[in-house]
């Protein structure tokens, strides 16, 4: 899935706890932290830029 904010809903409706909603950086990405059973912490990460947008920024690269 490509929607950090739909995946978070569906996680907290599946009883998860948010710990921090979904959330731009400032690298553009949207982050959201949640707790799970079990002792889980998970972080849902979606990228906002595209991979064109992102080699085009320094240390965003992707050659070696």
Known sequence: MDDSRAVTERLLDAGATEVAPPTVT???SLNARLDA???????????LRTPEERAALDGFGTDG
């Open 37 to 47: 059973p079990a002792g889980l912490h998970l972080t849902v990460f979606q990228e």
């Open 26 to 28: 400032p690298w553009q």
